[in-house]
């Protein structure tokens, strides 16, 4: 477990410098935050589980943002497509809200690639 400090020095240093970084927070942010307001107070049968397992899965990828765990940020992105793709299907059967939980996950694949990228980058360097 990393310390605190280390964490806050992450934390800092993400706003400072780097920007995928700070958008994977962001992103996260929203699937923590605005997917489960937004789906609370607009579709009334929508099974809430299925967005409020977004708030695990949020926490968790933004925990590995943080730590600077490259295979966490994969897992996590998977998981974090995974529900999207459901609540895509749930959105889809009452057609309502699709565009914004589709440009959500086409934002999340693009991480999930990013961080694939960065995992291959690592095994490259272990091997030399």
Known sequence: MPDLKILHKNLKNTFKYSDTDLLEIIMNFVIIVINPL???????????WLVLLGI????????KVLTKCCVGRDLSYTLNIGQLIGILI????IKSLAYP?????????F????AAQDIKRKARRIKK
């Not at 939980?101 to 694949?109: D, G, N, P, T, Y």
Request: with cysteine.
């Open 111 to 114: 991480l999930k690639w990013r």
């Open 38 to 48: 937004i789906f609370y107070n607009v579709v009334v049968h929508c099974p809430m």
């Open 101 to 109: 939980i589709l440009f959500e996950l086409i934002v999340f694949i």
């Open 56 to 63: 695990p899965f949020g926490l968790f990828s933004i925990y």
């Open 90 to 93: 749930l959105v889809y059967k």
